[in-house]
């Protein structure tokens, strides 16, 4: 019998379960045994739970063995990133100001997916609570790209995307407030499906920006994604934001023909700044979707210069407010060098808090504070309505729109920490996406020239996962490229 189960997707690994082919502890100690082997070098895990993880996979078997029902995700192992929630190990956000915390609850996503009989293998590493793109704010390592390790995942998710893309878990959950899923899965070579806002409860979510943050999965394929999807989406009345419309079966619209699906290039996305080698990449992409039967139109959101800017003046103003409740009382890192209270504030969070995260907690201060609340804050709100109203009226042409995930592959390590905005701008294409509360999906649609992966990301209506993962997979079926575990030397 083949050791070598972690090369499987989940659909596959699920199957071999059920069908007796193999048994969940087998399968998890593939994955516990491909995580020793690499993780040294990648270093996607910051604690894998060996013990709880076989403890799960024996419970899935004794309930195959009684005839009982595993679920629809049986034996398949899974990484959590670590900013869910979880009575299993701590939950840190990377970041010193949480430093052995340990949540008395299961965040929402995590229940359901044990109930759905998967194997949680540990937690993934991620820039401190959610900031960055890179995964080089991580307080505790810096996770390394297993198609280069000299380069970045991406970020913030970017353990998450390295653990699924060098074979370290079946699927990675990840959390995405401006291409936090999407950004890593384009540097990694994998799928990073973020739902539209309100598809997912966010309940045990660790809260960066409350109107932004969405969680979604990390797989190999369209198929797992879709398996994914149909266990992670439902109402959940612990979010109130969580919306209570209907979930399909999303493994069911997964055909190829595409001659009733219009697609929309959106004339602002495919500029002079877009990279050479993504560039062709992309384009390739479109004309296989484009032999499929799809109509190509062109659209466009002519408020897309103004994204980035609105995103940092929202995004940090929610990061504000939700991180005063790390304030050295309540949660968090206190500081020992204290004298009085005043201290004991500016201390603990400026020993806690990483350079990132202080960053923006001053900026959204500010943003929010007297005399520049609305010269700041309120207008960007108002330009947050105008690009979600860009989306509508392109929406209006097409069914899915087309673009690059990421302007350039990944980058290499310390290249862009030493200018914020330039690492800011590497999130360009995915923004908009969470301003204007909709699906988007970033998928492998090829290699540069020296050896990097791109992602195409596709966009699609609130709602509307099903088209976006038809689109997807029909793509997928007919791309000229194999994306295959990374050998990691």
């Not at 995700?73 to 949480?98: E, H, N, Q, R």
């Not at 202080?358 to 804050?377: F, H, K, P």
Request: charged fraction near 20%; aromatic fraction near 8%; charge should be negative.
């Amino acid at each position: 019998m083949s050791r070598e189960w972690y090369k499987l997707t989940a659909y596959a690994l699920r199957d071999a379960v059920h069908n007796g082919e193999a048994s969940a502890l087998e399968i998890t100690e593939s994955f516990l045994d491909r995580i020793k082997a690499v993780d040294g070098k990648v270093q996607a895990y910051v604690d894998v739970w060996e013990d709880h993880a076989r403890e799960q996979a024996s419970r899935v078997d004794a309930r195959l063995k009684n005839g009982e029902e595993a679920g629809p995700l049986a034996g398949v192992p899974i990484g959590l990133k670590d900013v869910f929630c979880t009575k299993t190990g701590t939950t840190t956000c990377c970041s010193k100001m949480l430093k052995g915390y340990q949540s008395p609850f299961d965040a929402t996503v995590v229940e359901k997916l044990h109930a759905a009989g998967a194997v949680f293998l540990g937690k993934l590493n991620m820039d401190e609570f959610a900031m960055g793109s890179s995964t080089e704010n991580s307080a505790v390592q810096v996770t390394r790209n297993p198609w280069n390790l000299e380069c970045v995942p991406g970020g913030s998710s970017g353990g998450s995307a390295a653990a699924v893309a060098a074979g370290e878990c079946a699927i990675a959950l990840g959390s995405d407030t401006g291409g936090s899923i999407r950004q890593p899965a384009a540097c990694c070579g994998c799928v990073g499906l973020k739902p539209t806002y309100g598809r997912v409860s966010r309940y045990g979510l660790v809260a960066f920006a409350s109107s932004l943050d969405q969680v979604g999965p990390f797989t190999r394929n369209m198929q797992d994604t879709a398996l994914a999807l149909n266990v992670l989406c439902g109402r959940d009345p612990r979010d109130s934001t969580s919306s209570d419309i209907e979930v399909p079966d999303f493994t069911q619209p997964l055909r190829t023909d595409l001659s009733n699906i219009t697609i929309g290039l959106p004339k602002e996305y495919y500029t002079d700044a877009l990279g050479g080698d993504v560039r062709a990449r992309v384009e390739a992409a479109i004309e296989v979707i484009k032999g499929l039967g799809a109509k190509v139109v062109e659209v466009s959101l002519p408020h897309t210069d103004y994204a980035v800017a609105v995103y940092y003046v929202i995004c940090t103003a929610e990061a504000s407010a939700n991180l005063a409740r790390f304030d050295g009382v309540r949660y968090g890192y206190r500081s020992p060098d204290i004298k009085d209270m005043r201290e004991m504030y500016v201390n603990s969070k400026t020993q806690g808090f990483g350079p990132e995260v202080q960053r923006r907690i001053m900026l959204g201060t500010y943003v929010l504070s007297s005399g520049y609340y609305d010269a700041y804050y309120l207008k960007a709100q108002k330009v947050r309505t105008l690009i979600r109203q860009d989306f509508q009226k392109a929406f209006e042409q097409c069914d899915v729109i087309l673009t690059p995930t990421s302007p350039t592959p990944a980058f290499k390590l310390d290249e862009k920490t030493a200018d914020p905005l330039e690492m800011y701008l590497s999130d360009i294409y995915t923004i908009s996406v969470n301003l204007a509360s909709i699906p988007g999906m970033s998928m492998p649609c090829g290699f540069t020239e020296s050896g990097l992966p791109v992602g195409l990301q596709i966009l699609g209506k609130p709602f509307d996962e099903e088209t976006v993962l038809h689109v997807g997979h029909a793509y997928e079926q007919h791309r000229d490229v194999d994306v295959d575990i990374p050998h990691i030397a």
